[in-house]
């Protein structure tokens, strides 16, 4: 069974862009967790889709927002670019029958904002 | 707030020892809690999970406690290995089910 993919691995964009990063779930989940990671706040919850809808968010502006197609795969979206933007963006698929059941997390994609 | 705490420090076990790692919480009633295993490059591993009303779970060479008492949760691993070198998430979800992770414990194991 293929792993959690995300798209692209490695990306640099700079101050006000906007960018929109993208996970394909394993093949029969239909939750997908996104979360950020850096050094110095660790790994945080974003948001969580299931069947295209929005079952949690986390703390986090309305610069960060994300979307779930009907075939599970989903996007997030980062407007007005921060420097403080700059992470590490994890994305998590499970079969979400039970929230927060196993997770299972694709490699991340690597984000740089100059 | 809700706090989490793990060794910030990278704790060095000898091989064949057994390492021992906290998860330490505040302000928070978990409903279940997950350890990861995370190595550089690479996104987190999920190992085991266990639920409030569980005192002990075991996986293998793994071993997690958790005291809803002392808000705390242990991780064993006996028989380390090198291999085992990494860093070790843990996770805390509640009944709001938020999840909110500590920012990890690396562990060495030395040869």
């Known amino acids: 069974k293929a792993g959690v993919t995300q798209t692209p691995r490695y990306l640099i964009k700079t101050r006000g862009q906007q960018v929109t990063l993208s996970c394909s779930p394993i093949s029969g989940h239909r939750s997908v967790s996104w979360y950020q990671q850096t050094p110095g706040q660790g790994l945080q919850f974003l948001f969580e889709y299931f069947s295209e809808t929005q079952r949690n968010k986390g703390n986090f502006p309305g610069r960060f927002s994300g979307r779930q197609f009907s075939n599970s795969r989903s996007e997030m979206n980062v407007s007005t670019l921060e420097l403080g933007d700059s992470a590490l963006y994890l994305c998590a698929s499970s079969s979400g029958q039970a929230p927060w059941d196993e997770q299972f997390f694709g490699p991340g994609t690597r984000l740089t904002v100059l | 707030s809700q706090k989490i705490e793990q060794n910030s420090e990278a704790l060095n076990i000898q091989e064949g020892k057994t390492a021992t790692l906290t998860c330490n919480y505040t302000?928070?009633?978990?409903?279940?809690l997950q350890w990861y295993r995370q190595d550089p490059g690479r996104g987190p591993v999920f190992l085991l999970l266990i639920r409030e009303n569980e005192k002990e779970k075991r996986k293998e060479r793994l071993k997690v406690t958790f005291d809803t008492t002392l808000k705390q949760s242990l991780f064993h691993i006996t028989a380390s290995q090198p291999a085992d070198s990494a860093t070790y998430l843990c996770a805390l979800a509640g009944r709001d089910d938020k999840i909110i992770f500590g920012k990890g414990t690396r562990l060495h194991i030395l040869p």
């Open positions: 302000n928070y009633s978990p409903a279940y």
